[in-house]
């Protein structure tokens, strides 16, 4: 069955420093791939996805993820970040069952 | 655009109670999901419906039930609650088919409190 582990559960950056936020998966075929944002008291939006192509895939709000088959990973990375990126980032695998990862807390340092 | 509706929005309940979270979409999407939140453990499946009229379980399916007699309702049934339901619950719902860009849409959830 697929299954997705986010090695780090909160991760805390300066305001304009470099983020990446990790995700590596378990699944049996051609993985689908996503990340998802949670702000407080708020439902998920996406933020990016994966299916096949280029393995360098671009979201929404400057964020970007690489697509690594041989280490079976999918890292979320934005080269500057912005106060208001400080939220609950979820990598999820699959398709019709999709399945989320434990999520990243991120606090963003003034 | 109303998107997805869940109801209510909270819930205290006692154990032992039965309870029904509804939820509904207008986007005609065939796929619906029910998670649950738990700190530190994400998004949980319970149970999804790939188009009306089927269901499927999830990660965690047992102690709960759905039904999906038409596209637009998924109802998430706790037949009789225990204090580990205690969570936030989150539908959601895709196009599927042919038209699946495997984008989720989430309702707001709906926190359910089981003493």
């Not at chain 2, 269901?55 to 399916?61: D, F, I, L, Q, W």
């Not at chain 2, 039930?65 to 719902?93: G, I, K």
Request: glycine share 10%.
């Amino acid at each position: 069955a697929q299954s997705v582990t986010q090695p780090d559960i909160h991760i805390t950056v300066s305001e304009g420093a470099s983020l990446e936020l990790r995700c590596n998966y378990s699944y049996g075929a051609t993985p689908y791939l996503f990340w998802y944002v949670q702000s407080p008291g708020q439902g998920l939006q996406l933020l990016l996805k994966y299916f096949s192509g280029d393995t360098l895939v671009q979201g929404i709000k400057g964020f970007e993820a690489e697509f690594k088959r041989s280490q079976s990973s999918f890292n979320l990375r934005k080269p500057s970040v912005h106060w208001s990126d400080a939220a609950e980032y979820f990598c999820a695998v699959g398709l019709n069952d999709m399945r989320f990862g434990a999520g990243t807390r991120l606090t963003v340092k003034p | 655009t109303a998107g997805i509706t869940q109801a209510p929005t909270s819930q205290i309940l006692a154990a032992g109670r039965s309870m029904t979270l509804r939820c509904t979409q207008d986007m005609r999407h065939n796929a619906m999901y029910w998670y649950r939140q738990d700190l530190g453990l994400g998004l949980r499946l319970i149970h999804y419906s790939n188009t009306a009229g089927t269901t499927g379980k999830g990660e965690v399916p047992d102690g709960y039930s759905v039904s999906r007699a038409n596209t637009d309702d998924f109802p998430l049934t706790l037949a009789s609650a225990v204090p580990s339901q205690t969570s936030v619950y989150f539908c959601a719902s895709r196009t599927g088919g042919t038209g699946n860009t495997g984008e989720l849409f989430f309702g707001e959830g709906s926190r359910l409190t089981v003493l």
